[in-house]
C-alpha cells in the first residue's frame, strides 16, 4: 500500500532563504509525482510534475527532484517570497498510468517579509 | 484555455439530504477525478472517470457516487449526508494517455448542518 509523508508539516522562514521541503513515499513503483501549492480555501496548482524516468524538474524558482530508490522527492524554492505562503502537497500516482493518486499531508510554509 | 470549473462554489445541505456537485474539465481532458478534503484526513481519493467508466475508486462508502457524461463533464452524488461529509470537494481532470498532469478546479464548500 502506498504511503505518502512530508516533513515538515509547518515552515516559518524569513523572506530571501532559500527552503527544501521533504515528501517520502513507501513504494518505489510509481508513475509519476507531482508537487501542488495550495492557498487557504481554494484549489490546488499544479507546481511540477515528474514523470518516473527523470530525476528533476525545473520551473523559475522551483525545483523538484526524485529518487525512486530512496522513496523521496525533494522541492526546493529559492529566494522565498511572501507570496510563497501557502500549503505545498506532493501527490504520486501508483504504477499503473491509470492508477490512482496518493496525496501527502501537505508543509504549510510561511514566509516572513 | 479555460480551467477546470466547479459548481456550486458553496453548499449548506442538511443531515439526511441528498447533493449534486458539477465538474466541466479542461476542453480535451477525458479523465476526471473526485477528491475530498478535510483537515483531519487530507485529501482523499474519491473516484476517476474516464470515457464515462468509472476507473478508480477510493475507500467511500455507497452513499457517493458519480458519473460522466459523453462531453467529459461529471457529477458526483452524496446521499443521506451526514455532518462528517462538510468538506471541500476538489476536482481535478487530467489529459489521458501520458502525461497524466493533474489540473484542479476551485471547489465545493460543501458544509451539512
Known sequence: ?113 | KAGVTQTPRYLIKTRGQQVTLSCSPISGHRSVSWYQQTPGQGLQFLFEYFSETQRNKGNFPGRFSGRQFSNSRSEMNVSTLELGDSALYLCASSFDPSPYEQYFGPGTRLTVT
Not at chain 1, 513503483?29 to 510534475?49: C, E, M, V
Not at chain 1, 518516473?52 to 524554492?77: F, H, M, P, V
Not at chain 1, 507570496?83 to 493518486?101: E, F, N
Open chain 1, 1 to 113: 500500500k502506498q504511503e505518502v509523508t512530508q516533513i515538515p508539516a509547518a515552515l516559518s522562514v524569513p523572506e530571501g532563504e532559500n527552503l527544501v521541503l521533504n515528501c517520502s513515499f513507501t513504494d518505489s513503483a510509481i508513475y509519476n509525482l507531482q508537487w501542488f501549492r495550495q492557498d487557504p480555501g481554494k484549489g490546488l496548482t499544479s507546481l511540477l510534475l515528474i514523470q518516473s524516468s527523470q530525476r528533476e524538474q525545473t520551473s523559475g524558482r522551483l525545483n523538484a527532484s526524485l529518487d525512486k530508490s530512496s522513496g523521496r522527492s525533494t522541492l526546493y524554492i529559492a529566494a522565498s517570497q511572501p507570496g510563497d505562503s501557502a500549503t505545498y502537497l506532493c501527490a504520486v500516482r501508483r504504477k499503473a498510468s491509470y492508477d490512482k493518486v496518493i496525496f501527502g499531508p501537505g508543509t504549510s510554509l510561511s514566509v516572513i517579509p
